[in-house]
């Protein structure tokens, strides 16, 4: 059973800094690319940050701000996010993409608000 279990959500004031984590079984962990999607109220699923084989990427909005990165011992992926703006209020899911098949799984989700 794959499971992707996302933690680390919560409320932070405008310039805070959270850190998302994501704890994935049940699959080839080094056989995924692992993403932060995130989706404001309203508003359509967005990608926010992807980390490949060396490769990551972000969305403009987030980048210099928010670090994606991996431990493949541990099966974890993590959202470091810095600076964080009202914007970025969210629910933010972890995702991991095969990078043959394409097939995607998704976590439950963590809420993050950034309000004052």
């Known amino acids: 059973q794959v499971q992707l279990v996302e933690s680390g959500g919560g409320m932070v004031q405008p310039g805070g800094s959270l850190r998302l984590s994501c704890a994935v079984s049940?699959?080839?962990?080094?056989?995924?690319?692992m993403g932060w999607y995130r989706q404001a109220p309203g508003k359509q699923h967005e990608l926010a940050a992807l980390?490949?084989?060396?490769?990551?990427t972000y969305a403009g909005s987030v980048k210099g701000r928010f670090t994606i990165f991996r431990d493949y011992d541990k099966n974890m992926v993590y959202l470091r996010m810095n600076s964080l703006k009202p914007e970025a209020t969210a629910v933010y899911y972890c995702?991991?993409?095969?990078?043959?098949?394409?097939?995607?799984?998704w976590g439950q989700g963590t809420q993050v608000t950034v309000s004052s």
């Open positions: 995702t991991a993409v095969h990078r043959t098949s394409g097939a995607v799984y």
């Open positions: 049940g699959i080839i962990f080094s056989s995924y690319d």
């Open positions: 980390i490949g084989l060396g490769t990551t």
